[in-house]
């Protein structure tokens, strides 16, 4: 069984982060930002591992591993910014939140 060429996980992961690229530069939502940055994280993840398996060690794993625990941070504070900025504005627009500039 034939395996599959690293290109393949390198072009999977590059339209995952550009996917993620377009959510952040597009929408105007606090949890599509979220979500966005997440998927720009998986594709650094997929690197990460692809990488990995290709040069046959586990640094890439490891690394991908300490960036899921990032990831779960990220999203910790980021949940917590998005309840602030409904609780003063009824709203998740990020555009609207320009009173909480100091």
Do not use: K
């Not at 890439?60 to 941070?73: H, K, N, R, V």
């Amino acid at each position: 069984m034939a395996a599959v060429p690293v290109q393949y996980y390198l072009l999977l992961s590059a339209a995952v982060f550009c996917t993620g690229l377009f959510g952040i530069l597009t929408r105007r939502n606090a949890l599509m930002f979220l979500i966005s940055v997440e998927l720009m994280l998986n594709a650094a993840n997929i690197n990460l591992v692809a990488f990995s398996h290709y040069h046959g060690n586990l640094t890439g794993q490891t690394f991908s591993l300490f960036t899921l625990a990032l990831a779960a941070a990220e999203v910790a504070v980021g949940i917590g910014i998005i309840l602030v900025l409904y609780r003063n504005f009824n709203d998740v627009d990020v555009t609207q939140a320009t009173t909480m500039r100091w």
